[in-house]
């Protein structure tokens, strides 16, 4: 999409990065409605590893927030993507996945191991994820919770979010 840039945010982007999250998920069913609560709490426990905004024509309308997972075998470096968002008006014309691959880049980039996600699998499945029977979310669906090792080597375990997304 040409005039989109992809920028890490900057602390004058927090009110407008809130507002993104709130209205992307306003009308998700399966939305706890806190999303945009759980990327304040993240930034404040420095915990935000990875916060990428889109801009178009000089006005927020996305967001993709990363942060460290722990897995219950304690293998390092590795992260888990969301939540991420886009305006309902700007849906559907590939901004989400411009945010998941330069989220996903600028972890290759760390030399992340690898990263995992909740959500819709064949929109995930895209970029690499997929369910595998090693790594486990408790309490929810096996096949909303996908992963994508960037090492190829899969650790087994629990996986658990920071917790922020308790909030
Ligand atoms: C999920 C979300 C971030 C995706 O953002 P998006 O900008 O709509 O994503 P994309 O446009 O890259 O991809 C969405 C669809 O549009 C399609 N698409 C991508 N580029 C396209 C283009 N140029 N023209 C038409 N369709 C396109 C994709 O193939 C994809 O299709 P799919 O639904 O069949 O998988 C957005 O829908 C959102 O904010 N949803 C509410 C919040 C949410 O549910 N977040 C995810 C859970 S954490």
Redesign the pocket.
């Known amino acids: 999409?040409q005039n989109l840039l992809i920028r890490n945010e900057t602390p004058a982007d927090h009110a407008a990065i809130a507002e993104v999250i709130e209205q992307?998920?306003k009308t998700?069913p399966?939305?706890s409605h806190t999303?945009q609560l759980i990327v304040a709490a993240l930034r404040q426990e420095n915990a935000l590893t990875i916060s990428l905004v889109a801009v178009l024509n000089q006005h927020i309308v996305?967001h993709i927030a990363i942060s460290k997972v722990s897995i219950s075998s304690n293998h390092a470096g590795w992260y888990g993507l969301?939540?991420?968002?886009?305006?309902?008006k700007?849906?559907?014309?590939?901004?989400?996945?411009?945010?998941?691959e330069s989220a996903l880049a600028e972890l290759k980039s760390m030399a992340a191991e690898g990263c995992v996600?909740?959500?819709?699998p064949?929109?995930y499945s895209?970029f690499g994820f997929q369910v595998v029977p090693e790594l486990i979310l408790e309490d929810v669906p096996a096949e909303y919770f996908q992963v994508l090792a960037f090492n190829k080597a899969i650790p087994p375990g629990t996986v658990k979010y920071h917790a922020a997304f308790n909030i």
């Open positions: 999409m992307a998920f998700q399966y939305s999303e996305g969301g939540p991420v968002a886009v305006l309902p700007w849906q559907q014309l590939g901004i989400g996945s411009a945010l998941i996600v909740l959500g819709d064949s929109f895209k």
